[in-house]
Nanobody
């Protein structure tokens, strides 16, 4: 059973930064592609970023390129999302996700991923 637990969400002002963490099993990080999604109230869950299990190639949604960075620390079994220059439009519940072999591009569907965390709220005030 794959377990993912997000943390690090909170309330920040526009232009600020947050670092989200996703605690995962060693097996999860070693064998699965990991990703971040977000879901704003009344909207569909949307892709944010993804990284293959080997950690070499990263993918980002166009809306976050240049502002967000995904990374994985295999030794700590943790995935991160560093979010800089935050905008009110970034307000959402952020989820970490994992899958054995999802399609990878700068856009992905939530339906490409099998395993999910519970989500952490990020609120950016103007």
């Amino acid at each position: 059973q794959v377990q993912l637990v997000e943390s690090g969400g909170g309330l920040v002002q526009a232009g600020g930064s947050l670092r989200l963490s996703c605690a995962a099993s060693e097996r999860t990080l070693n064998e699965l592609t990991m990703a971040w999604f977000r879901q704003a109230p009344g909207k569909e869950r949307e892709f944010v970023a993804a990284q293959r299990w080997n950690g070499v190639i990263r993918y980002y949604a166009e809306s976050v390129k240049g502002r967000f960075t995904i990374s994985r620390d295999m030794s700590k079994s943790t995935m991160y999302l560093q979010m800089n220059s935050l905008k009110p439009e970034d307000t959402a519940v952020y989820y970490c996700a994992a899958d054995a072999n999802p399609p990878l591009s700068d856009y992905a569907s939530q339906y490409d991923y099998e395993y999910w965390g519970q989500g952490t709220q990020v609120t950016v005030s103007s």
